[in-house]
């Protein structure tokens, strides 16, 4: 449902991405890996519409993004970037509620209030509700974004999830309870999933299929068992095969 | 239930309730106060219940009703714009006098009375409030630029390029007032200090007209100011035209803030206290920030004009120098919470 063909993408003269094509179908969960500045946010950034490319084109649902507006493509991709702080008094449910109805200049429905609480339940962040979101640690606030991207897309099927290293500030039980929150939205509403990794075991415990990202070339890809493998790793990180273990 | 539970942050009544309960009577006494008091006393009973004799109704109506409001005017104009600008900006301490926005406006004013002279009438005063929209939209256009000139947005850049741009058009001033008459003199001093004094009913028309419609918009605007403190990325993700909201908000920033100051000169700070108040209070939700701003930014400026023209009576202090007074020390209280982490 989500396709890159060819797509390329320049800063200032300075390619960052050349050439990498890709497709995540219905229900699937794709990592994308690769060694520090190997371009994987710039990837997730182009795929999820916030990077005009410089050549190649991405097609959701076999749209172009060029033919879909910002709010049609906000139904449709909902984007978990990496730590967003804010400066200002916010609740904890203020903050998960800016993913819900921004057609509205009044406010929240009733359905809106009820689909926040029933995400805050499964991001185990009730009990904090009307706390002041700066007042939490990096993982809860990490928890709320996820709240907040969630909301999102809840009422969609076949949606597109995009996630920008989601895990670095979980611990070992809510990087499971996310995963485990992911698989389930890919088996009942048909989401499709892509997500930036470092931790290569995690990945190849839950993506179906794996990128391997070096200097913004695709270096390796396909299935994750297949591809998260010992020769690959070694070389493409520059380490001796006694140092990784998968 | 006590009045205290009306301030609490735990309250069990909903914040916006809790919000215009504390805040609608507070603004009212202060209207009543600003009313009933001054060289010719008027009673508040009177001013409610009625009773006033010929001299006292006269003071009311040409001199007092169209200053307090006009004051009322002006402070939400100012509460309004420093709410929206802190949005934009993603920073509590950005205040259009203190970022430069309203010097700016003084700018294009003071060129405006050199070259075509002091302004009358209705289509005079707009011609003022126009001039300083346009000096108002371009700083605050320069200032966004140089705030993000590493990149990355930094409150560094921010402040000091507001320091440049006031240093600029403190020069520019000072060139126009070398240049000018007698009597043009005499208007650049009212600017630089911030004045209510001598308010007309047609002054507070204008202000009103341009007031109202722009905290309406900023309404509107408001669940989208509040997405766009998750930074300009995450308001794109969610389906915000993020140029858009931001040439919005600072033009309608840019002519309630030059309705300010044509009217009333630099008055500083009452942009920077008032939506902080509210947030320390009330929380940060835009959709109560705006209009709570402006309630109390009208009352706060109502009760320092008030001060302003009683406290040296017969003479009258600028009411800018009052507002400066009380909101240096505590932008100063400001930065330093700010910087040790606190905010």
Redesign the interface.
Known sequence: MLVANNISFKVSGKTILSDVSLSVGRGEILSILGPNGAGKSTLL?CL?G?YTLSAGTIFLENKPYSELS??E???R???L?QQ?S??????VF?VAS??RN?G??D?LGYLDKNIINELLDLTAMTSMK?RLFSSLSGGEQQRVHLTRVLA?IWDQEDALLLLDEPTSALDLKHQFMLFEICRTLCETKGFSIVTVLHDLRLAKAVSDRTIFLQKGRIYASGDSAATITAPIVSSLYELKPEQVFL | MSIFSLVRR?SPISTTHRAFLLICPLVFVIFLFSLSIGAISIPAKALVFGGLDQLQQSVLFNIRLPRAILAMSVGASLGISGAAMQGLF???LADPGLIGISSGAALAVAISIVLIGPATGFLGLYGMGFAAFIGGTITSLVILRLSKISGLFSVTHMLLAGIAINALTFAGTGVLTYLSDDQQLRAFTFWTMGSLGGALWSQVFVSASITVPAIWIL??????L??L???E??A??????TVRLKRTIILTTALTVGAAVAISGLIGFVGLVVPHLI??LF???H?LLIPLSALLGAGLLLLADTFARTIVSPAELPVGVLTSLIGGPFFLWLLIKQTSGK?
């Open positions: 950034k999820s916030f910002l709010s493509l906000s139904q991709r909902a984007v970037s967003v804010i400066d200002f008094p916010f609740t203020e800016m993913g921004l509205r200049s406010g009307d999102q | 735990d993603r920073n509590p309404v509107l605007k408001a669940r989208q509040n997405i403190l998750l930074g990325e995450n794109t993700y969610l389906g915000i035209d947030r320390l929380g940060a939700n959709q905010l």
